[in-house]
């Protein structure tokens, strides 16, 4: 279920950073989903995880390089008080520091070429409808045609994306470091910042906020917020419902 929490999340902190940044409503939803997806990026250090299976051997074969990167990384950084274990889940990729190196390495893709951008937002969007499921993809394909139909040289905007979508890599992984935090386990995401002896030290609030993976406060909660949340922050959508409520409320009461 974390899945489809940490999509939701993604999907919702992508709808509130993009009006931030300049962005107009179409390019805000694909921004979106684009963070929607890149929420999950993290736990490709996770053989069974959704990043993982998504392109079968391809995405399989960056999980097994990145877990062997994370547990050679703990090694040569764990400090007196860290555990004694592998690194491999919830290290190196359940960092701010990873969350960067992603957004700067896509921001300079990009600039080398706008087929980059695309493959970006492509991955992003293919992660997102795994987890949330098949409505991402018309909702976001229907933004991207939406944003670009007007423009005159659709290729040279993609070109022009890449800090954007840097943007949204990084607020996608720093989403999820900020959710796996909230779990019983915490998430060690200010590493390389040694606290209380440890180089990697898990990140968590008092037990009493904290959830199991999977508790019903995760599904029945903080999922069902979540989804409630992205709707009222989708631009221009809340405005929209208030006023047919409200003009339905008048057409209501004209019949009494």
């Avoid at 390089?65 to 547990?71: E, I, T, V």
């Avoid at 979540?226 to 221009?236: E, F, H, R």
């Amino acid at each position: 279920m974390m899945g489809k929490t940490h999509a939701a999340t993604g999907l919702l902190a992508g709808l509130l950073v993009a009006p931030a940044v300049g962005t107009d409503t179409p390019q805000t939803l694909v921004f979106a989903a684009t963070t929607a997806g890149y929420a999950l990026l993290p736990d490709l250090d996770h053989p069974n995880a959704r990043a993982s299976r998504l392109l079968g051997p391809i995405t399989g074969l960056l999980s097994r390089g990145l877990r062997a990167a994370s547990a050679a990384l703990y090694q040569a950084t764990k400090g007196p008080r860290d555990e004694n274990g592998s690194g491999t889940h919830r290290h190196l990729s359940h960092t701010v520091l990873f969350a960067l190196i992603c957004g700067a390495a896509t921001a300079g893709a990009a600039a080398i070429t706008p087929w980059a951008s695309l493959a970006v937002v492509v991955f992003g969007l293919l992660l997102a409808e795994n987890a949330l499921g098949d409505w991402v993809l018309p909702a976001a394909i229907g933004a991207a045609v939406w944003w670009l139909i007007g423009l005159a040289d659709p290729m040279g905007e993609l070109a022009t994306l890449g800090p954007l979508l840097g943007l949204a890599v990084a607020v996608g992984c720093i989403t999820h470091c900020l959710g796996d935090a909230l779990t019983l386990s915490g998430c060690p995401f200010l590493f390389p910042l040694p606290i209380a002896g440890e180089t990697w030290y898990e990140i968590r609030p008092p037990r009493w906020l904290r959830f199991r993976t999977g508790s019903a406060w995760e599904t029945r909660l903080i999922f069902p917020a979540t989804l409630v949340g992205c709707v009222a922050a989708i631009p221009g959508l809340l405005p929209l419902l208030l006023e047919l409520t409200a003009h339905g409320a008048r057409l209501a009461g004209g019949h009494v």
